[in-house]
Each structure stands twice: as structure tokens, then as C-alpha cells.
């Protein structure tokens, strides 16, 4: 695949990002950047099964880069230096810290309605189904019910086939009328597990 859009002239390619592609030996990248979840950084991980490494925590040392994501709002820079010893990164790799800033909630049917809402506007009398399939929802979880106390999370982390047959499910129960009645109901999930949902079940929405 790489060779391939190397050879293209038009328009010719001047870089190729590769998302998860760490592991791929053959691919000698002009820049790696690893990231790594601030609330399970990998030098307190382990490797599969015991914990999510896919190989010794040492193979960071090939990365450029390394991103610690989804930093707390409030992280001191106390927490930076830690971080930064425990990481034990060379002089040559960049370590640097990133953090959500959560945008609008879109309509997935704009036909139905082009209203856009932010999180903060959720009220709580408003029921949440969250679906998403990232690793550490946890954050996400926790910002919606900043808001509304009323948040079920789904988490999609079978096979496609399997997460979203029990989507479909949760999602047709927790959109009964005897729920509806109860409080109003937002279905909020990312737009990537959207495009899986209806193209896995083609549910339509009413």
C-alpha cells in the first residue's frame, strides 16, 4: 500500500500518516510519535493479557514523540515533571501533554433537525446513552455527567458484528416509551461508531 501511493505523480505524495502502526517493523517512519493515557501510562501497563502493551514497555525508545493524553483540566506542573522522570525518555524524544476540549453535539440526521447543542446546555432531566468504543471512556463519561446524572455507557468492544447486534438492542430498550416517558432521551455517540451502527444493522431512526 505504501509503495503504491509512493509511485503516484499526481498528485505526488509528500507524507503518509499511519494510524496504530507502532508495531509495523517493516515500516521505517521518518517520525514516530506514541501516545500513551495519562490515567494508565505505560510504565504502569503491562503486557497482554495482564494488561493493553502489545510489546515490552522499552520499545517507546523508537518513538520521536510521546503524548500524554487526556490530561485533567486541572494538572499542576508538579504532574509534568513526574510524569516526565517516570517516562525515563531520552534526549532526543519530545514529550508533550494534550487534553480534550469537547465541541458541539451534531445532529447524525440533519434532515430531522439541524439543531446543534453544546454539553453544557444538557440538563438533568435529560437521559444519556453514551456509545462509544474507545478504550478509556472514562473521561468522556465523566464530562457528560458533569451535566446529567442520567448517563448509561455502552461500550462496543466485542466483535463488530457481536458489539453492534447488542447495540441495537440496548438502544431499541432504552428508547422505549416507557423510558421516553420518564425524561427526554439524547443518544450521543462518536461519529465513526455511528457509520458502523447503520452500516452493520441499518437501523433507521424515527
Given at each position: 500500500g505504501i509503495e503504491q501511493l509512493l509511485k503516484l505523480e499526481n498528485p505526488t505524495v509528500e507524507a503518509i500518516i499511519l494510524d496504530d502502526a507502532f508495531q509495523h517493523r517493516h515500516v521505517k517512519a521518518g517520525l514516530n510519535i506514541l501516545l500513551t493515557d495519562f490515567h494508565r501510562l505505560l510504565c504502569d501497563?503491562?503486557?497482554?493479557?495482564?494488561?493493553?502493551?502489545?510489546?515490552?514497555?522499552?520499545?517507546?525508545?523508537?518513538?520521536q514523540m510521546v503524548i500524554v493524553t487526556?490530561?485533567?483540566?486541572?494538572?499542576?506542573?508538579?504532574?509534568?515533571?513526574?510524569?516526565?522522570?517516570?517516562?525515563?525518555?531520552?534526549?532526543?524524544?519530545?514529550?508533550?501533554?494534550?487534553?480534550?476540549?469537547?465541541?458541539?453535539?451534531?445532529?447524525?440526521?440533519?434532515?430531522?433537525t439541524n439543531?446543534?447543542?453544546?454539553?453544557?446546555?444538557?440538563?438533568?432531566?435529560?437521559?444519556?446513552?453514551?456509545?462509544?468504543?474507545?478504550?478509556?471512556?472514562?473521561?468522556?463519561?465523566?464530562?457528560?455527567e458533569s451535566y446529567t446524572p442520567h448517563v448509561k455507557l455502552l461500550r462496543c468492544v466485542l466483535s463488530l458484528a457481536c458489539q453492534w447486534t447488542m447495540s441495537h438492542g440496548v438502544l431499541r430498550s432504552f428508547t422505549q416509551p416507557s423510558h421516553m416517558t420518564?425524561?427526554?432521551?439524547?443518544?450521543?455517540?462518536?461519529?465513526?461508531?455511528?457509520?458502523?451502527?447503520?452500516?452493520?444493522?441499518?437501523?433507521k431512526f424515527l
Open positions: 501497563d503491562a503486557l497482554l493479557p495482564a494488561g493493553r502493551l502489545r510489546e515490552p514497555s522499552s520499545g517507546k525508545n523508537r518513538a487526556k490530561c485533567p483540566d486541572d494538572i499542576k506542573p508538579i504532574d509534568f515533571n513526574i510524569i516526565a522522570k517516570r517516562l525515563h525518555l531520552y534526549p532526543y524524544q519530545q514529550l508533550y501533554f494534550s487534553r480534550f476540549r469537547y465541541g458541539m453535539l451534531t445532529p447524525l440526521f440533519p434532515e430531522k439543531s446543534r447543542k453544546v454539553l453544557s446546555s444538557l440538563t438533568g432531566d435529560e437521559q444519556v446513552l453514551l456509545v462509544t468504543g474507545i478504550a478509556s471512556p472514562a473521561p468522556l463519561q465523566k464530562e457528560v420518564k425524561k427526554p432521551v439524547v443518544i450521543a455517540l462518536r461519529q465513526l461508531s455511528f457509520q458502523r451502527l447503520v452500516r452493520q444493522l441499518s437501523i
